[in-house]
């Protein structure tokens, strides 16, 4: 028998901001303000009756209570890389499944289920946020079991007690079969996860899809799907989006744009790397994306660099008369190198000078808080997600107000 950990963070955008901000804490909170739905909420706030999806203005309306805030991507993906540096302290045997969920196998360690306490209690110490913890010898017996007793739930589902975790589990909650193949299986007289695995192989072979027949034998307790551990030795690349309200207003594109790579700018002195590709986007309205790469002069990590840059290409992509709801950036083509090759006239040396200016800004930040420092250009887009302009300090575009 396997051991494989499933961990699920409750709530975990709502809780990622009440763990920056513990002046919320035990109140109702709603992360999505930026998007005009809700995309996550404390437990308080589900008591009220909130729920995923739901209109903001809805919100609003029904529970004037509740404390809607702008959702922070960035912040989060810090969390959630944090979760899986504590998880890889006992096994290295982790699959990052998405920004709040993670499996890892626990078989070849001495006691899988105190490991698995341990690893929840140092979660909810040094992260402050609450985790549903599921173990089961498959991966899909393990993602039932951390479903089970949310919130802060721990469930263990062990190979000889999966036919009575199953026996109510409506077979359209079992992970990977979705609505249609509900209703598909409905129709064949199973309503629930015991009565699908209940039925002979054969007929399995005969009536499912291969999908559907994986997890067939995963619900039976046979592993098939196993915990993918592959690490990339280097990050590829540095992905920031952001959803704002729909505009055809070039200047707050613009900005939208501005602050999205000053973030991801930012991330990449983080983790001491330069870009030498950047690929930028906008969606238009009806989901449609304009896209464009700019290659740059030289590695960089500046903000102020890749604005420069990609300022003629913009121009190319927008359209006066196209309604936008969203943009993003990715820096590729990631290195660690600081040997640059001078160019002729000089650029290259400017550039230098202008990352030095950020790495200014980094421990202002670290002093003083995040945001407390940003680029003129970003002005707009942070006036809108209510991030205090009034306390900072707007530096411009090196050389360039804009």
Known sequence: MRWILHLDGDGFFAACEISLNHKLKGK????GFERGIATAMNQEAKNLGVSRGMPIFQIKKLFPKVIIVNSNYHSYSMFAQRMFNIVRRYTPLVEEYSIDECFADLTNLP???KTARMIKADLKRELGLVF?????????????????????????????????????????????????TS???????????????DRPKEWARANLSKPEL??????????????????????????????FSKTKNKEIIFSELSKNIEEACSRARQQKL???????????????????????????????TVLNAIRGTLNSLYEPDVEYRSSGITLS?????????????????????????????????????????????????????????ERRLWIPCMGEVV
């Open 274 to 304: 330069k870009s030498k590709k950047v690929h930028l986007f906008l969606k238009t309205q009806e989901f449609r994306h304009k896209r464009a790469e700019v290659s740059l002069l030289s590695p960089t990590s500046s903000p102020a």
């Open 183 to 197: 209703i598909h299986l409905q129709r064949m007289g199973i309503n629930t996860a015991l009565e699908l695995i």
């Open 132 to 180: 549903s913890v599921g173990l089961g010898p498959t991966k899909v017996i393990a993602k039932v079991a951390s479903k089970w007793n949310k919130p802060d739930g721990f469930t263990v589902i062990k190979f000889t007690e999966i036919r009575s975790f199953l026996k109510d589990l409506a077979v359209g909650k079992v992970w990977g079969i979705g609505p249609a």
């Open 28 to 31: 109702p909170v709603v992360t």
């Open 333 to 389: 083509e990631l290195t660690t190198s600081e040997n640059t090759q001078n160019d002729l006239f000089g650029e290259v040396v400017q550039n230098d000078k202008k990352s030095e200016i950020f790495d200014v800004v980094d421990e202002l930040e670290k002093r003083f808080g995040k945001h407390i420092v940003g680029l003129g250009s970003s002005l707009n887009a942070s006036k809108k997600r209510g991030l205090h302009a």
């Open 214 to 243: 994986e997890r067939w034998f995963e619900l039976r307790g046979e592993n098939i799907y196993k915990v993918n551990a592959a690490l990339d030795d280097k990050q590829s690349s540095i992905q920031t989006t952001r959803t």
């Open 111 to 113: 006691d899988p289920i």
